[in-house]
Antibody, heavy 120, light 109 residues
Framework: EVQLVESGGGLVQPGRSLRLSCAAS????????MHWVRQAPGKGLEWVSG????????GYADSVTGRFTISRDNANNSLYLQMNSLRVGDTALYHC?????????????WGRGTQVTVSS | EIVLTQSPATLSLSPGERATLSCRAS??????LAWYQQKPGQVPRLLIY???NRATGIPARFRGSGSGTDFTLTISSLEPEDFAVYYC???????????FGQGTKLEIK
């Protein structure tokens, strides 16, 4: 069974940084692209960032480009999201998501999420 | 940036009826489009990928169609558990992005 467990969320002031982690199990981690998707309270889904199996390709939403960095550690089956210069608008539940191949729109397993709240 | 527009925003139907949800892309995405279902308090579930392929375990009443810029999710006969929010999603080559539509809420009439 695929399991994705996020951690690292919390309450942070605008302009500060936070690093999210995702521990993956139940599948061959380095066979798949991985993504972060967020959802603000009462709002829709927003894709944040993605990374291919060997970290050779990454992508970012326009709203986070230049502030967020995605990375992965295949030896430890882990995904990360370094979030700098946080804004109030970054407040959301952040989900770690298993993709397919890099080119595939195929988000088939989702973690329960970690809450990030940006507020002064 | 490719924008996905879903319509209608809200669809009110009764169990047993047919639901037709639309997703329109601002430019062609070929067949690289997926559909997801999200119920309150739950994570999204993948329903359809590559525009028309059902994901594992998805009932046959869910059907995806379309290519290019216009896509449709059809639920042939609504079950009580189908009332939820539905999102479409696409990917663009450059910059590499996987954007979602704003969602369609399917509610019980």
């Amino acid at each position: 069974e695929v399991q994705l467990v996020e951690s690292g969320g919390g309450l942070v002031q605008p302009g500060r940084s936070l690093r999210l982690s995702c521990a993956a199990s139940g599948f061959t981690f380095d066979d798949y692209a991985m993504h972060w998707v967020r959802q603000a309270p009462g709002k829709g889904l927003e894709w944040v960032s993605g990374i291919n199996w060997n970290s050779g390709r990454t992508g970012y939403a326009d709203s986070v480009t230049g502030r967020f960095t995605i990375s992965r550690d295949n030896a430890n089956n882990s995904l990360y999201l370094q979030m700098n210069s946080l804004r109030v608008g970054d407040t959301a539940l952040y989900h770690c998501v298993k993709g397919g191949f890099w080119d595939q729109v195929y988000f088939d397993s989702w973690g329960r999420g970690t809450q990030v709240t940006v507020s002064s | 940036e490719i924008v996905l527009t879903q319509s209608p925003a809200t669809l009110s139907l009764s169990p047993g009826e047919r639901a037709t949800l639309s997703c329109r892309a601002s430019q062609s995405v070929s067949i690289y489009l997926a559909w997801y279902q999200q119920k309150p308090g739950q994570v999204p579930r993948l329903l359809i990928y590559d525009a028309s392929n059902r994901a594992t375990g998805i009932p046959a009443r869910f059907r995806g169609s379309g290519s290019g810029t216009d896509f449709t999710l059809t639920i042939s006969s609504l079950e009580p558990e189908d009332f939820a929010v539905y999102y479409c999603q696409q990917r663009s080559d450059w910059p590499p992005q996987y954007t979602f539509g704003q969602g369609t809420k399917l509610e019980i009439k």
